[in-house]
């Protein structure tokens, strides 16, 4: 064994690092410092200019280019990508204000975090849906809990719970704050401010009605 | 001298002393302001500017200016403390005695050239016909001596003859506050003693950060203190005085010191920095080692006292720097009785100006040049990393020292060579020197007007577009500015 092994040939591609330069330039300082002094004068005079003349690159679209591409935080948002899962939402029915939710309690049976509480009601005798659909007395959604899966927007079978508001859960003092009831979570729209759907919802007695009740099934 | 000269003059030195005693603490002020805002210009941030100041439903930001004055009086509210262990009247000394040399040294740095009040105005007469009349005891008087009736002289602003006027009552007054004849002696004398606070502030907190940064202060000044006064002695020998309105006086009518004496200007302006303990050199300070130095302990507005003696020792090195090396309140080419371009014996150009007009503009030029320099100390500090400790030592004593006394025998030769040369060689040194005041003059006109045109030139910009988020600030028409930048 030998105890100074020989030191192995350099591999044919090893790059050769050249002695640190060590001239009389660079030991005096001075060039170095003024090149590094003309660097901060060459950002502080741009930044200062595009502050003064209001060009700031934006944030966001711009964020490449050099400057100062800070946001402003309450005041400037970085806007959120679409398919962005934020505050939930209960879609309403054609009238503008009942939600489309039936309370099957599919969201809430998939939820993880089981953060959705719904106690379901039946409409009253006579009523075409009675029999055909329930609604939710009381549906209720633990914010603080909620994981922002998204599972119960893939359980609803009505297209009535959604996350596009666009919003992400603010910023509360208490915990009950982030309880949301069935009022507020009707309340919000969607990120382009509409409550527009694709989906119509066609409701018994309508003409567009297919006319599938429990007791009748026809196409 | 009589009582109302007196009065007179002692009106005047109480209006310098407030005239710089204000600029340096409002200066001091408003550099913790501009470290803040620079610093994040250079750095491309935005820096503080949250600190508001509401009338009614207005805000007012100011640039983040309020933050300075939220700090002065966080200062003030907080807790006074004291160690237990610490020496309490050394401790409390201490901020005082760091503070007063800074606010001593300004006494003799001249803003301005001699001014006599009563060459600022005069009564003239305009005669009729042409004839030139003289004015004798408030009436008009023709060449034969005989009272001219119906003239009657009015009060103008002459322009007075250049260097020195005759006195009418009133003495001339100097733009300094003390006229000393030991004038840069007092300086050395005073920025010495800096050293002493900070090493009782560091011996009396009863902490090994404070002791180990009140030593490598004490250390680190005393080093460079020496660099200090022998990088000035080659101005003193070129300008033949160690009165600093004498220097400056010399720097008008021959050339700026930057240009006769560039390595003092250097190894000054590296001394200055060490002596202000800014970055490069701030070692005794150090927060990655040492919390923060030889006043550690200290917090309220002894801390205060300090943090913004730190930063007035900044504006009156740079007073200083100004005054040797960057002409003081001298302009290119503008004398007490107007603008006149002269190259060597020829004159190019030449147009008078009002005296009182000249004062004012060469006192505004003194404060321009002291801010643009501090500005650029800024721009140092933020770009360059702290030196080692034996780095800084060596440094001090085996560059910049030898570096000075071999400039100090350099300029005694050429100042041999220069007195003993033809009057063909002196002409052409003349030249030389007004060639230097008119590139000076050139440079700062070439760089406001680059300014200027690159303010108002708008800027292209390369939107990268990818990303849904990027789509969707690009579709809304980009992330809205809000108010809150400046």
């Not at chain 1, 633990?142 to 922002?148: A, K, N, P």
Request: glycine share 8%.
């Amino acid at each position: 064994m030998n105890a100074f092994p020989k030191k192995p040939a350099s591999p044919p591609n090893a790059v050769v690092v050249t002695p640190e330069d060590r001239s009389f330039l660079v030991q005096s300082y001075i060039p170095e410092v003024s090149r590094g002094v003309a660097i901060s004068m060459k950002h502080f005079f741009a930044n200062t200019r595009e502050m003064l003349r209001g060009e700031r690159p934006d944030p966001v679209t711009e964020r490449l280019d050099p400057g100062i591409s800070t946001i402003s935080y309450p005041e400037q948002k970085r806007p959120y990508p679409e398919r962005f899962r934020g505050v939930h939402r209960l879609t309403v029915r054609m009238d503008g204000k009942s939600p489309r939710c039936v309370a099957c309690l599919c969201c809430s049976t998939a939820c993880p975090a089981q953060c959705i509480s719904i106690e379901a009601g039946e409409y009253p005798e006579g009523d075409p849906r009675h029999g055909y659909e329930r609604f939710p007395v009381q549906f209720v959604i633990d914010e603080l809990r909620c994981i922002f899966c998204g599972f119960c927007v893939e359980a609803c079978p009505c297209d009535a719970i959604r996350m596009d508001t666009g919003v992400h859960a603010p910023p509360y003092d208490s915990r009950d704050q982030f309880i949301y009831h069935e009022d507020a979570l009707i309340g919000f729209t969607a990120s382009d401010g509409t409550r527009a759907t694709a989906n119509p919802r066609h409701e018994p007695g309508d003409p567009t009605f297919p006319g599938i009740t429990r007791e009748k099934i026809e196409h | 001298m009589n009582t109302s000269d007196l009065g007179i003059q002692l009106l005047f030195t109480l209006i310098k002393i407030l005239l710089m005693v204000v600029f340096v603490l409002s200066v001091g002020a408003l550099l913790t302001w501009v470290d803040r805002r620079q610093s994040a210009m250079i750095q491309d941030r935005i820096g503080p500017n949250r600190a508001v100041f509401k009338i009614g439903k207005y805000e007012f930001r100011f640039w983040g200016l309020l933050h300075t004055a939220a700090d002065g009086l966080k200062l003030f509210w907080k807790e006074d403390f004291i160690p237990p262990n610490a020496d309490k009247l050394l401790f409390g000394l201490a901020p005082f005695l760091v503070m007063a040399p800074v606010l001593v040294l300004i006494a003799v740095i001249p803003f301005g050239d001699v001014i006599d009040v009563h060459s600022i105005t005069t009564l003239a007469c305009s005669g009729a016909g042409g004839h030139p009349l003289t004015v004798d005891h408030g009436a008009c008087v023709d060449a034969a001596g005989k009272v001219v009736a119906g003239v009657m002289p009015v009060r103008i602003w002459p322009a007075i003859a250049r260097f020195g006027t005759p006195s009418i009552t009133t003495g001339p007054i100097a733009l300094m506050i003390a006229p000393l004849d030991v004038g840069i002696l007092f300086l050395f004398a005073m920025a010495g003693q800096g050293v002493v606070g900070a090493a009782i502030a560091g011996w009396s907190s009863d902490n090994k950060f404070s002791l180990m940064g009140a030593l490598r202060a004490a250390g680190q000044m005393v080093s460079y203190e020496v660099t200090l006064g022998l990088s000035l002695v080659g101005a003193m020998m070129i300008y033949g005085t160690v009165r600093l309105d004498d220097m400056v006086r010399w720097q008008g009518e021959h050339c700026w010191g930057l240009f006769v004496q560039p390595v003092a200007f250097i190894l000054f302006f590296a001394a200055a920095v060490a002596e202000c303990k800014r970055i490069p050199f701030d070692l005794p300070e150090a927060e990655s080692e040492l919390v923060s130095g030889y006043f550690t302990e200290y917090s309220g507005m002894k801390f205060g006292l300090f943090y913004f003696s730190e930063y007035m020792e900044v504006v009156t090195s740079s007073m200083l720097l100004v005054t040797v090396f960057l002409g003081g309140w001298q302009i290119p080419f503008l004398h007490p009785d107007g603008l006149s371009v002269e190259l060597g014996s020829a004159t190019v150009f030449s147009t008078a100006l009002p005296h009182i007009w000249v004062t004012i503009l060469q006192v505004v030029t003194f404060f321009a040049k002291v801010l643009v320099v501090c500005i650029f100390q800024a721009f140092v500090r933020w770009s360059l990393p702290r030196f080692r400790y034996d780095q800084l030592m060596k440094l001090g004593w085996r560059m910049l020292l030898p570096l000075s006394l071999a400039n100090i025998l350099v300029t005694g030769c050429v100042v041999l060579l220069a007195d003993s040369a033809t009057d063909a060689t002196q002409a052409g040194l003349k030249v030389a020197m007004d060639v230097s005041q008119g590139l000076t003059a050139l440079l700062v006109v070439a760089l406001v007007v680059k300014g200027v045109v690159a303010m108002l030139t708008p800027r292209k910009r390369s939107p990268w577009i990818v990303g849904t988020s990027a789509r969707q600030a690009f579709a809304s028409g980009g992330t809205t500015e809000s108010r809150m930048q400046a």
